[in-house]
């Protein structure tokens, strides 16, 4: 299946399938990963016991061991389907359980819906993938890259204000029904559309469980995942204690759901689309470029918030400098992703990809957590700044010099609205 629209542009049921689906991915993890640490700072916590449930979210790394399945069997359709529902119904679960004395179940409840939500993201990435040429991925991954985060923002400034107010019950079923609400516009899709491997018959189930080794040996595809790891530890690092450092800072949960909230949606769709358009009107290096060194330097912000300057204001400021910078530079590295990944092989090239992302941002958060605690804010943010900087320039660096798959070269200086 794919858009009817004109070459380079997105059709409006493309569009909207994208950004429900991705919006999915976002709102649970945006509040694993963002509210629930700031949760569990105000119960007492320390850095590198927050740090620690990153654990939950090994499925996220894992997921290229399922991902050929998901490329061989059904129909992206069906996956989506089943998948989108078991979230909705395992947060229906959590709502309906007490919470408040103990978080063990709460723990649970993450690491089902982070396998569930993983699988879903093979899929769906796989159909972007299929739906989306050359030409349109730079917007497209504009609207993947500004869907997901606005469910982050949702998930970790909405509903972290939802459970300030009212508690655990109606947090859970608010995403329920958000959940439930993001599965209509994959209910319109084509009943045997996008059958996940059209050219290629089913391996048997032996040959599928080391897929994924196949996929890595792919020339160039592991230097190109050291180099996006590269790319996005520093970065991660310096993210991934935001929300507790906000905490210590003094901001209520209220200051903070509202900076996580409404102003980083504003900056995290203003990110999207600036990332989407320099991606098509200067080409993926120049998007890269501009993007990973505005990343680096918003980072400086949150040091310079760190040794007590700037107060609330410069908070903000970094928070929203960091999703319109930060998101900008994002779209520019999931394209180069998409552009590595074999249509034929869609959802299993991509998801190695992303694993990879996903992997660097769990060590990243742990050290972050190990440094934050040991050594201060401010060494945080500052180590996190220099390797973010020095990441950015490795990548651009080794693909100019040709290093990482051929999919990545063919559209590496070129604008999308000069590639065939």
Request: proline share 4%; aromatic share 10%; with cysteine.
């Amino acid at each position: 299946m794919r858009t009817m629209a004109r070459p380079g542009t997105i059709s409006a049921g493309t569009l909207l399938l994208l950004t429900a689906l991705y919006f999915a991915q976002g709102l649970p993890y945006g509040f694993f990963t963002q509210a629930l640490p700031v949760v569990l700072r105000e119960s007492g916590f320390s850095l590198i016991e927050i740090s620690a449930t990153g654990v939950l979210f090994a499925p996220w790394a894992l997921k290229f061991l399922w991902a050929p399945y998901v490329d061989h069997y059904g129909t992206r359709r069906q996956w989506l389907l089943s998948l989108q529902l078991t979230s909705s119904a395992i947060a229906v679960g959590l709502a309906c359980l007490d919470l408040s004395s103990s978080l063990r179940w709460l723990l649970v409840g993450i690491a089902v819906v982070n396998a569930v939500s993983a699988t879903q993201d093979i899929a769906t990435d796989g159909l972007a993938v299929q739906l989306l040429g050359p030409r349109e991925r730079g917007l497209g991954n504009g609207i993947q890259v500004g869907a997901y985060r606005i469910g982050m923002i949702a998930g970790g400034g909405a509903l972290l204000w939802l459970f300030a107010l009212a508690g655990w019950r109606s947090l859970f079923a608010a995403m329920a029904v958000l959940l439930l609400l993001t599965t209509i516009p994959v209910w319109w899709l084509p009943r045997a559309a996008t059958r996940t491997e059209p050219k290629v018959p089913p391996p048997r189930a032996a040959a599928l469980t080391t897929g994924w080794w196949k996929r890595l040996r792919r020339p160039g595809m592991l230097v190109f995942i050291l180099l996006i790891g590269g790319f996005k530890f520093g970065d991660s690092m310096g993210s991934a204690m935001v929300g507790p450092f906000m905490s210590d800072a003094g901001l209520t949960l209220g200051q903070i759901a509202l900076v996580n909230g409404a102003l980083s949606s504003a900056g995290a769709l203003a990110g999207a689309a600036l990332g989407g358009w320099l991606c098509f009107r200067y080409g993926r290096r120049r998007a890269l470029l501009i993007g990973g060194v505005a990343q680096t330097a918003s980072l400086a912000l949150y040091l310079i918030a760190a040794l007590g300057t700037g107060g609330f204001a410069l908070i903000v400021t970094a928070s929203l400098a960091e999703h319109i910078l930060g998101g900008a530079a994002t779209v520019a590295v999931f394209t180069l992703m998409m552009d590595a990944s074999d249509r034929d092989h869609a959802g299993s090239d991509y998801t190695l990809l992303a694993c990879a992302v996903v992997t660097v941002q769990g060590i990243a958060g742990f050290a972050a957590g190990t440094v934050g605690e040991l050594l201060g804010y401010p060494a945080l943010f500052g180590s996190s700044l220099v390797l973010s900087g020095l990441g950015c320039a490795v990548l651009i660096i080794a693909t100019d010099r040709g290093k990482g798959p051929s999919g990545v070269h063919a559209v590496w200086c070129r604008p999308s609205s000069s590639v065939g």
